[in-house]
């Protein structure tokens, strides 16, 4: 298994919500030529890329393993809502995406595969809403948007790469360095221990997640634009400008400079990776620090950042104090592409159903594009804020996001 699988693993066995970790992607499709042919096309795509045939199991020694095996590898389901009525089916369409959004998907139970499932919502003669369900172990954003783009060209008769696909599977095996393996080893056996207990004690039933808040907001236009004119100047990534933003309101919270982020950070490091269905996702800890000016301090976030990602082979050897504490809040960013096309097949994201707080309170943000506006949301556990709190930072945040991106007093948000 690859340093972010292992790393995932670890973290479930402390979420208060083991479904924290199942993956919910649905898009909305049109000019499907034969819905009919949908599964057939889903089928061949999943059962090409390797990952999905992973079966990993803690061995009686307490080792994690992982075997390849072929069959039970995807289960589709298939429902026609074309005679039901639109406002209805809207909403049967997001019920059940939120129940499966909290299904725990136990991939270390033989006896729970298939771990991936396809569901079609056939809302018109080429139409509908198709939503993958699978475990954070197999894919993470971009694989997601792989597996689709496969589908959908696999649909529209268009060429697709064929044949067995184990390149994961090679990439993971260069991802622990051997400076990490050592104390990498004595940490994954504690992981595995806790979580081949775990299963043995629960494996009808799931622990109860603590209960979690929400409170979603809109990123306005000037401000999207400002952060992106403020990142070309500081020549870093966007995000970068919004993470350091976080980090300051953070500070004003906590009441502490010394605050630190977790942060997903994809290790597709290289081209040949790009096209290649895996996860490589890893959660990294990010001390946000203040800097003299505001550029300066979004250029502290990412060399911090980066600094951190390029050390993300250590991760595996850090799992011992993570397995006992959580960093201040976690910060990811969601991608809210506009519609891609597949010869007459057209598709988009369905922004995801609320999921369980992978940190005590966590912002997810999905900056605005020409074709799509930006929002977020934070999400918060039971005592980590109230409703009050929760709305005076959202106000702060974006406050802090407009004097980031370089807005005058008159036009921050209010």
């Excluded at 982020?261 to 490091?269: D, I, K, L, N, Y």
């Excluded at 594009?369 to 930006?374: A, D, N, V």
Aim: charged share 20%.
């Amino acid at each position: 298994m690859s340093a972010p699988q292992l790393g995932i693993l670890a973290a479930e066995t402390w979420a208060p919500d083991p479904a924290t970790y199942t993956v919910v992607s649905a898009v909305e499709v049109s000019g499907v030529p034969r819905w009919e042919e949908l599964p057939q096309a889903a089928r061949a795509t999943i059962t090409r890329h390797e990952v999905f045939a992973w079966q990993p199991a803690v061995s009686p020694a307490g080792d994690i393993i992982v075997t390849v095996e072929d069959s039970d590898v995807l289960a589709t389901e298939n429902l026609d809502l074309r005679a039901a009525d639109p406002e209805h089916t809207a909403t049967a369409i997001q019920k059940r995406l939120r129940r499966e959004r909290h299904r725990y998907v136990q991939v270390l139970e033989r006896a729970a595969r298939p771990h991936t499932t396809i569901i079609f919502f056939r809302r018109g003669q080429d139409s509908g809403v198709c939503a993958l369900v699978t475990h954070h172990l197999f894919v993470d954003e971009h694989a997601v948007d792989l597996l689709w783009n496969e589908i959908f060209r696999r649909a529209a008769g268009q060429p697709v790469p064929t044949g067995h696909d184990p390149r994961y599977r090679c990439w993971a095996q260069t991802t622990i360095s051997e400076q990490a393996r050592a104390a990498g080893l004595r940490a994954t056996l504690e992981a595995a221990t806790a979580l081949r207990d775990a299963t043995l004690t629960s494996t009808a039933t799931v622990r109860r997640a603590e209960p979690t808040a929400l409170l979603r907001f809109a990123i306005p236009p000037e401000v999207t634009d400002g952060c992106a004119r403020q990142a070309r100047i500081a020549r870093v990534p966007v995000a970068a400008v919004y993470g350091a933003a976080f980090g300051d309101v953070l500070r004003d919270h906590f009441g502490s400079p010394a605050v630190t982020v977790a942060v997903p950070v994809s290790r597709r490091a290289y081209l040949a990776d790009h096209d290649v269905v895996g996860c490589y996702v890893n959660t990294v800890w990010v001390p946000a620090r203040p800097a003299a000016g505001t550029v300066e301090t979004i250029r502290r976030w990412q060399h911090d950042l980066q600094f951190a990602a390029a050390r993300a082979h250590a991760d595996i050897a850090q799992l011992r104090p993570l397995l006992g504490g959580e960093p201040h809040a976690m910060l990811s960013f969601e991608s809210r592409a506009g519609h891609r096309t597949a010869g007459p097949v057209r598709w988009r994201p369905v922004p995801p159903p609320d999921s369980p707080a992978k940190a005590g309170l966590a912002c997810f943000l999905a900056p605005g594009t020409r074709q799509t506006p930006g929002d977020g949301r934070l999400l918060w556990r039971d005592g980590i804020l109230d409703d009050a709190a929760a709305g005076c930072m959202n106000r702060s945040f974006l406050e802090t996001l407009a004097r980031y991106a370089g807005l005058p007093p008159d036009q921050e948000p209010r």
